[in-house]
């Protein structure tokens, strides 16, 4: 009996471990197996939260057998973010969203609040909930005016979507929740339920740091994936090799990105790293399709813009465009790691009316990304 109980335990921890390493090696970001990205060093943590100041705040929905959703919020940095505004710049790559709170953030180039990503239906809820945040801040008791700042995908494939179950008290807790440190990735936050090259896709992020002699500006990208294309990984066609691509099917979808960096940037050259941005989007196949809601967030956290002054000038040094480039590539880079990452960290899931959707089968892509020598 205590033999046959042994040896129960034994397997009962063996089984355990087995599944602890199997969990953990499906968790390895690509630079672990030796995938490379372009050519820039990444920051420490190879987050957007390399960024000084910058926190990300995360709520995730799995309930039931319906309900795969949540939110996801980044916050530019410590401070009351209406008094202090960031200068800001939306590029949209395709249209087909509902982004909230572009125009203002078009004609004005600040941002007020923290970025919230969700899904498609409950951006309403986001944005009341952004204002329901800001106007209980200290120092807001007089404002009379508030342009929150939503972004999202459509997760109705595999979340009930039209039960909008994300809540105002779920947004607050992902903004009040944000801290700076490791992001966590995949089927998380505002990508708990998103789709992306036909497999799982999630909340990604990567971080570009530049070289002292380049100004040792960092670059900080984090992605909500769901959308379509030909896969393609560090300049492989993985999607072709996988059999897994398709010319009119399948291709509809959306991606956030949104881009962080300490480099003293007004909203005319944050628009311009948010394209480049984009650019990232593309070097991993995704093509902007006709359904495909794609738009790029950018911010520096260099210096802030009082909401109220009693200077009629704003004194502020800005980087000169010749020396904009370095950023350019940062941002290129990063967001192409941060889409990648995304894939690498998701989990099969099965969810709304059991729609099933699998994981990148990781083994076989870095065996493709092997022997096309671009992995160790």
Do not use: W
């Not at 509902?98 to 004609?107: D, F, N, P, T, W």
Request: charged letters at 15%.
């Amino acid at each position: 009996m205590a033999h046959s109980l042994h040896y129960s335990l034994t397997l009962a921890i063996v089984f355990a471990l087995s599944s602890y390493t199997s969990m953990a090696q499906a968790s390895k970001r690509p630079r672990e197996y030796g995938i490379r990205f372009g050519v820039m060093p990444t920051g420490q943590l190879n987050a957007i939260t390399d960024v000084p100041g910058v926190r990300v705040g995360q709520v995730t929905l799995n309930h039931g057998e319906n309900v795969r959703t949540g939110v996801t919020a980044i916050l530019p940095h410590v401070g009351n973010q209406f008094q202090q505004k960031s200068p800001a710049a939306i590029y949209i790559g395709n249209g087909f969203g509902k982004l909230a709170g572009y125009s203002q953030v078009e004609e004005l180039g600040t941002l007020e609040t923290p970025i919230v990503l969700t899904n498609t239906l409950n951006v309403p809820t986001a944005a009341d909930a952004i204002i329901d945040y800001t106007l209980s801040q200290s120092g807001n008791e007089q404002i009379r005016s508030v342009n929150p700042v939503v972004g999202e995908t459509n997760d109705g494939f595999l979340n009930d979507i039209r039960g909008r179950h994300v809540t105002k008290q779920n947004v607050i807790d992902a903004i009040q929740q944000a801290k700076t440190g490791p992001v966590e990735e995949g089927n998380v936050g505002a990508g708990t339920g998103t789709i992306c090259f036909g497999f799982k896709g999630g909340i990604g992020t990567s971080s570009r740091k530049l070289p002292a002699s380049l100004g040792g500006y960092t670059v900080g990208v984090l992605v909500q994936t769901n959308f379509g294309g030909t896969l393609q990984i560090a300049g492989v066609p993985v999607g072709v090799a996988l059999g897994r691509y398709e010319f009119k099917d399948n291709l509809d979808g959306s991606c956030m990105m949104v881009v962080l960096t300490d480099a003293p940037l007004d909203a005319r050259n944050l628009k311009r790293l948010a394209k480049r941005a984009f650019l990232g989007l593309g070097h991993t196949g995704g093509i902007a399709s006709n359904g495909s809601g794609d738009y790029v967030i950018a911010v520096s956290t260099a210096y802030q813009i009082p909401h109220a002054s009693k200077n009629a000038f704003d004194e502020v040094k800005l980087l000169r465009n010749d020396n904009v480039s370095p950023l350019f590539m940062a941002a290129i880079e990063a967001t192409e790691e941060a889409i990648i990452n995304s894939l690498f960290a998701a989990k099969t899931l099965t969810g709304h009316q059991g729609h099933r959707i699998e994981r990148l089968p990781v083994e076989k892509v870095v065996e493709i990304l092997k022997n096309a020598g671009q992995a160790r």
